[in-house]
């Protein structure tokens, strides 16, 4: 019997344990994904005891992205680039491989609900500066894309990320104009989720060919996707960039890459709204 855990504080939202009970169960392994919670105070000592009690694999989500970094013997790329563990394996003499599978979920659900995308169509603009922009900006490069403009209303962030990946900045106040010349915009603030600020736009510089993907999932239907869709651009919402981050980890897990079905797609658009 694998045991699996999403770690985190707090945790009881997760859908982790259902998309990966779902393919557990699908798949016929035996195995059991359960919602652990563990405040910062708690996280060295009981990601250990964790492990001593035979967890082999776990999801790590807010508040301990950054700090289980250190609770690694191994970072891969991902992880080292993003700066941030979502994923953990824990190897059969006990070594403990940390990745982040933000940016393959990200990409994987463009690619999924447009797969005609051509990432090497131009421009994208990136809105945000927080740990989910770093895995977009991580997940845009390793598709090729050529130019990436991104801005934030924390200017200094945007320029730290810009810095970092060699990516180009832009005045959160003139995100308007930036959208000139774009083949994409994607949304990783957090701004148009329930309960977040209205996302503040202007779309009229955007050409018309230009896709908007927002990984805000709740609601489904943000009003950036609403706005891109009255305007007849293609749309990406972001419930999927949560499902597909979930399929590396279980196919390193369990050696099995598992799909996105409907049925699942089903439930966990049901438990998210
Ligand atoms: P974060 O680190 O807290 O970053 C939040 C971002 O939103 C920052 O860039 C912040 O700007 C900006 N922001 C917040 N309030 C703002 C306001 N009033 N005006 C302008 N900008 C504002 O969060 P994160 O982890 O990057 O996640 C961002 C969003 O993506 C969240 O809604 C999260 O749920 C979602 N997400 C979805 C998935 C998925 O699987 N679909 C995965 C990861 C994250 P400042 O830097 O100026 O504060």
């Known amino acids: 019997m694998k045991k699996l855990a999403v770690i985190g504080h ?13 393919w557990i169960a699908q798949h016929g392994f035996e195995g059991r994904y359960d919602a652990i919670d563990l405040t910062a105070a708690e996280l060295q000592q009981k990601f250990g005891d964790l492990i001593g009690h035979g967890y082999t694999g776990m999801n790590v989500t807010i508040p301990h992205k950054i700090a289980v970094m250190d609770l690694c013997d191994e970072l891969d790329d ?15 003499d006990g070594r403990v491989k940390g990745r982040n599978t933000d940016a393959f979920g990200f990409i994987a659900n463009i690619k999924a609900q447009k797969p005609d995308v051509d990432f090497a169509a131009g421009k994208a603009v990136v809105l945000g500066a927080g740990g989910a922009t770093r895995a977009v900006v991580y997940g845009l490069l390793q598709e090729g894309v050529r130019e990436i403009i991104v801005t934030n209303r924390t200017k200094s ?4 990320i810009a810095e970092y990946f060699g990516v180009d900045v832009a005045d959160w106040d003139e995100r308007n104009d930036a959208l000139e010349n774009a083949a994409l915009l994607v949304n990783a603030t957090s701004l148009g989720m329930d309960g977040q600020h209205a996302l503040e736009i ?4 955007l050409p018309q060919h230009a896709l908007v993907a927002d990984i805000v999932y709740k609601p489904l239907m943000t009003d950036l996707l609403q706005k891109a869709q009255d305007r007849d651009h293609d749309i990406v ?3 999927g960039m949560l499902l597909h981050q979930a399929r590396p980890a279980f196919e390193e897990w369990f050696g099995v890459m598992p799909d996105v079905d409907a049925e699942l797609q089903q439930k966990i658009e049901s438990e998210a709204g």
């Open 202 to 205: 202007d779309l009229e510089k």
């Open 10 to 22: 707090p945790v009881r939202h997760s859908l982790s344990p259902l998309i990966h009970n779902y």
């Open 78 to 92: 991902s992880a080292q680039k993003i700066g941030a563990v979502n994923t953990i394996s824990v190897s059969g």
């Open 157 to 160: 962030k945007a320029g730290e």
């Open 237 to 239: 919402s972001g419930l």
